[in-house]
């Protein structure tokens, strides 16, 4: 996931919009913390691959982590008895 870096160097900034790009029946697998200012912070292994990095168009204040994306197999509600 690429996001605006932090003094942390796992630890990256999104904002809260960009979690509509998110592919359907998917969602981020990591505790996001919201940061009161549309943003969100989250923490992953970060990206330091060479032929990994090469592949992404940064900004200098951005960087890139691994975090899992997983299906969503649940939908919220449960069967009446």
């Known amino acids: 996931m690429l996001g605006w870096k932090t003094p942390t160097p796992?630890?990256?900034e999104i904002p809260h919009l960009l979690l509509g790009f998110a592919e359907?029946?998917?969602f981020i697998g990591a505790a996001m913390t919201d940061t009161g200012r549309g943003?969100?912070?989250?923490?992953?292994?970060?990206i330091t691959e060479p032929d990994t990095l090469d592949q992404l168009t940064m900004?200098?204040?951005e960087t890139a982590?691994?975090?899992?994306?997983n299906r969503r197999a649940f939908y919220g509600g449960t069967e009446e008895d």
């Open 59 to 61: 900004e200098s204040y």
């Open 24 to 26: 359907p029946d998917t």
């Open 10 to 12: 796992e630890t990256i």
């Open 39 to 46: 943003t969100f912070t989250l923490t992953g292994r970060p």
């Open 65 to 69: 982590i691994e975090v899992p994306k």
